[in-house]
């Protein structure tokens, strides 16, 4: 009877301690993903910034300046690019939209976002555009991987259309989170005008007076390394109307404002990231090492039993029959 | 030997569940009806 419970706690040890290693390393890269029908809004803001004024082409100042982010999962897109390319596929289609202080359009920005679900690599079909333009991304955009390294990555941005290193600056404590501290710095480049613009404006009509846009920021992310979802982002973003024709003129000041997150957003992602969190961290830590201790435990369990198994059945010198010829030693 | 059999099958085990795991995940869902929001939410 010992005997045979010492085989089915061995059973169940070399269960236990082989399924940890297989949570770990074979089941979290296959399950941990981005669902496809991902929909979160998040809305940024910059107080006491300064917008142009298009009607008279003069800078001014603002109480608030809002911008709403839209990123919406678009599953039919993603099952036509996962077919094509054979990977688990994620699609987003974004809109950053600029609001002025009275709610009116400033600036919109649509843009398809394709990558892995599970690796976050970007990954290249049609449809990939920023405002229009098709674009040939490198690195993360929005969301850093699952398990996100102290190290820095290819940050893709939207504006230049194009991927720069963002720079892991240190861990610091995020209303009781550690998080990454990642920042990157787009010096002034020039870049392309929005397509739709308040007034009316067409980037055809800014180009006729002579303007040109050129932007500059510095983009900053507090990212939860276990999903790898920033929790906080901020921007000190700079956008100046060049004159084309006169480089020594002054430039029209478009967009300057330190932009932050808006409290309720940070309050939302930080509660979606906390629940999102445990079930990575069930995967890649809780489950593996309860497993690898229990099977630790069954398994000593199973050779003390099988010992004393083999003990009982083992007849001792004083039991054996007399007569019996004594073992020879040496 | 009978050990070993037993390893065996706590291994096979094991691999079964993992496999399966992967195997029944949930994917997919439909897209979501809300739209690309072109208006300031209200601060609740």
Redesign the interface.
């Known amino acids: 009877m010992r005997r045979k419970s010492s085989l089915v706690l061995l059973a169940l040890a070399v269960f236990l301690t082989a399924l940890a290693p297989l949570l770990r390393w074979y089941a979290f890269p296959r399950l941990a993903r981005i669902p496809q029908d991902e929909y979160q809004t998040a809305v940024l803001e910059a107080d006491d910034a300064t917008l142009l004024d298009y009607t008279t082409l003069k800078p001014r100042r603002h109480v608030k300046v809002s911008i709403v982010q839209t990123l919406k999962g678009n599953v039919e897109e993603a099952r036509k690019v996962g077919k094509e390319t054979g990977r688990d596929v994620v699609v987003w289609d974004c809109l950053s939209y600029v609001a002025g202080p009275e709610g009116g359009m400033v600036s919109q920005i649509p843009e398809r976002y394709i990558f892995d679900a599970h690796t976050q690599e970007p990954v290249h079909a049609d449809g990939e555009h920023v405002d229009g333009d098709p674009v040939r991304r490198r690195g993360v955009e929005f969301k850093f991987p699952f398990l996100t390294e102290k190290r820095d990555y290819y940050y893709f941005d939207a504006q230049t259309r194009t991927s720069a290193p963002i720079h892991y600056r240190g861990t610091v404590r995020f209303r009781g989170l550690d998080v990454y501290y990642f920042e990157q710095t787009i010096p002034w480049t020039k870049v392309a005008l929005p397509k739709k613009m308040p007034l009316g404006a067409t980037p055809e009509t800014v180009r006729q007076v002579g303007l040109e846009r050129w932007y500059s920021t510095v983009r900053m992310f507090w990212v939860d390394p276990v999903t790898g979802a920033p929790v906080n982002g901020e921007e000190k973003h700079k956008e100046e109307m060049r004159w084309v024709e006169e480089p020594g003129k002054k430039p029209l000041v478009a967009f300057d404002g330190h932009v932050r997150m808006r409290e309720d957003s940070i309050d939302h992602t930080m509660a979606l990231v906390k629940s999102n969190r445990i079930l990575v961290l069930i995967l890649i830590s809780y489950l593996p090492w309860t497993c690898a201790g229990l099977g630790a435990a069954l398994l000593a369990l199973s050779l003390v039993l099988e010992a004393r198994a083999r003990r009982a059945e083992d007849p001792g010198p004083a039991d054996r029959p007399t007569g019996a010829p004594e073992p020879a030693t040496a | 030997m009978?050990?070993l059999i037993?390893?065996a099958?706590?291994?096979a085990?094991?691999?079964a569940?993992?496999w399966l795991?992967?195997l029944l995940?949930p994917?997919?869902?439909?897209?979501?009806p809300?739209?690309?929001?072109?208006?300031?939410?209200a601060?609740?």
């Open positions: 009978r050990a037993a390893a099958i706590g291994l085990a094991a691999f569940l993992a795991m992967v995940a994917s997919g869902g439909t897209t979501s809300e739209p690309l929001v072109t208006t300031v939410p601060h609740p």
